[in-house]
């Protein structure tokens, strides 16, 4: 049955990548009609709402999306930039995908951090014997994607209830002086039920695929309440899987330990601040955010995207510069999702033989400044790396 695929571009180099993903989605004979969906920057500058109730209304409906990438400013440059007849009437700026991720409760993101044999971007370290070696790096990141410090319950100014609410914690005495307009708060709010989902699905994730361990990364020393749950959670889930070890990191010791031991980890839980450091840790150790995929799973609806931004610097240059291979292994994990594995398997043993043969490297994969230049010095451009990745299916 003919899948339909709602295709979300979005901003700057999102809507250079994703046709190269559906370029390979057709080479691999994947039968799927693709619909159209407006979403980003454009969106915000001239109606106010970077997530238009249009796409909203396909993903309803459709269930399954393709995203590129957006641009997101912070909050005055936002405002400077929205079209003129709007300002003054209420619009605030918020990121269309963590909006998205809110509405379909999408609280599941996977963002696995491999590395391809060969890639001259892959991690190396010395041995005892001041030897290099390059460990194999094969960690899978589940980042609660909904809720913690990501949640947007946060003020600038509180209102006088909120002040009130925070002023019966006894931490509070320290800002007890401090004048309203001077404070900005934000929350971190972590529910049972979401972080059970998590964790469940790291665990089952484990066990599918037969990694020995499950990692919470947390800061439960400090964060008491919000990583303690999360870290009580585990323990009591562990007793049901036999031969899976539950470890336990602090977010701050684990961003040292994975440029020592990165080989060690295997599935890694985090809450949605804390899961997108590590996630973009571990993405370092494999070549960088040119490889970095993840998806955004809830029980109906469910978004693949690579975890690198719009880099609207690179957007104009043509012939295109950027990595496509991020966008292309978030699409294998939509072909996974979706049960066409077999399909998902082959482009990727396609991207692994065209990394391990280095003939085809696009500037990040030489180790290249970005610029119109890096074809001088050997660089492929987007579309050849493409078409290099479809020549070997």
């Known amino acids: 049955m003919r899948k339909k695929i709602v295709i979300m571009p979005g901003d700057g180099i999102g809507k250079t990548v994703l046709p190269e993903a559906i370029k390979v989605l057709n080479a ?145 005495k320290k800002f007890k002086d401090v004048p309203n307009e001077e404070l900005a708060i934000s929350t971190r709010i972590i529910t049972k039920n979401a972080a059970t989902r998590i964790i469940r699905a790291a665990f089952e994730y484990a066990k599918k695929f037969e990694y020995s361990n499950v990692t919470i990364c947390e800061k439960p020393n400090v964060l008491r309440e919000t990583s303690g749950m999360m870290l009580k959670i585990a323990k009591e889930m562990v007793k049901e899987y036999s031969g899976i070890a539950l470890w336990d990191t602090n977010i701050d010791a684990q961003m040292m330990w994975l440029t020592k031991n990165p080989e060690d980890y295997g599935i890694i839980v985090a809450e949605n601040m804390f899961g997108d450091i590590i996630s973009d840790g571990f993405a370092g150790l494999i070549g960088g955010l040119g490889f970095a995929c993840s998806a955004n799973i809830g029980q109906e609806v469910a978004v693949f995207e690579p975890t690198h931004g719009s880099a609207p610097k690179y957007q104009e240059l043509n012939p295109s510069i950027v990595n496509p291979i991020a966008m292309i292994l978030s699409a294998c994990m939509m072909l996974d999702h979706i049960g066409e594995t077999e399909k998902a398997t082959k482009i990727r043993n396609a991207i692994a033989k065209v990394v391990e043969e280095g003939k085809v490297r696009t500037y990040d994969m030489m180790k290249l400044r970005g610029g119109k230049d890096v074809f001088q010095k050997g660089a492929a451009t987007t579309q050849q790396v493409t078409d290099e990745i479809i020549k070997n299916l």
């Open 28 to 172: 691999v004979d994947f039968d799927a009609e693709y619909i159209h969906a407006d979403i980003g920057w454009e969106f915000w500058c001239k109606d106010g709402n970077a997530l238009p109730q249009k796409t909203i209304e396909l993903l309803e409906k459709h269930k399954i999306g393709l995203f590129g990438a957006i641009t997101s400013k912070p909050k005055d440059a936002a405002d400077a930039e929205l079209d003129p007849s709007l300002k003054g009437k209420g619009y605030t700026y918020f990121s269309p995908i963590v909006g998205m991720r809110q509405h379909f409760n999408l609280d599941i993101c996977i963002r696995p951090c491999q590395s391809f044999k060969g890639n001259p971007l892959n991690f190396i370290r010395k041995d005892s014997k001041g030897n290099f070696e390059e460990p194999i790096v094969n960690a899978v990141i589940f980042r609660q994607n909904t809720e913690g410090l990501y949640s947007g319950v946060e003020w600038t100014n509180p209102p006088a209830n909120v002040r009130a609410a925070f002023e019966t914690h006894p931490k509070w």
